[in-house]
């Protein structure tokens, strides 16, 4: 089995009202449960706000250190799941569904060593 990042995208504003947010959680339960009894649930997670990052950048003999996220933008990683799936196609269906339990964009990867034959 090769493993698979789904990387959850959520766009940098307020969170949606509770009732709203209740059913999403929901949702993700539902998914995450999904994947554990399948056998496919590595690791998940989500993060804090981006304004909590501290990013470290070499440079030459020095490790410049700053606060906040690494890149400006509209979004940001919100949370992240690793997976176990047989293939690619199979590793896009679990993030279909969790894209559907999330309400947001989801990012599929591989990791390196693991691609397709």
């Keep these: 089995m090769k493993q698979y990042l789904l990387s959850i995208y959520q766009p940098d504003s307020d969170p949606p009202p509770a009732d709203v947010l209740a059913?999403?959680?929901?949702?993700?339960?539902?998914?995450?449960?999904?994947?554990?009894?399948?056998g496919a649930w590595v690791f998940s997670g989500g993060l804090h706000a981006p304004?909590?990052?501290?990013?470290?950048?070499?440079?030459?003999?020095?490790?410049?250190?700053?606060?906040?996220?690494?890149?400006?933008?509209?979004?940001?990683?919100?949370?992240?799941?690793?997976?176990?799936?047989a293939n690619l196609d199979e590793a896009?269906?679990?993030?279909?569904k969790l894209a559907r339990a999330t309400t947001l964009t989801i990012e599929v990867r591989p990791f390196q060593g693991e691609l397709e034959d």
């Design 51 to 85: 304004s909590t990052a501290t990013v470290l950048r070499p440079r030459q003999q020095e490790m410049l250190m700053t606060d906040g996220p690494y890149v400006e933008g509209k979004e940001h990683i919100g949370g992240l799941t690793i997976i176990r799936a």
């Design 92 to 96: 896009l269906e679990w993030g279909r």
């Design 23 to 38: 059913e999403i959680m929901r949702d993700i339960s539902a998914v995450r449960e999904e994947l554990r009894s399948a």
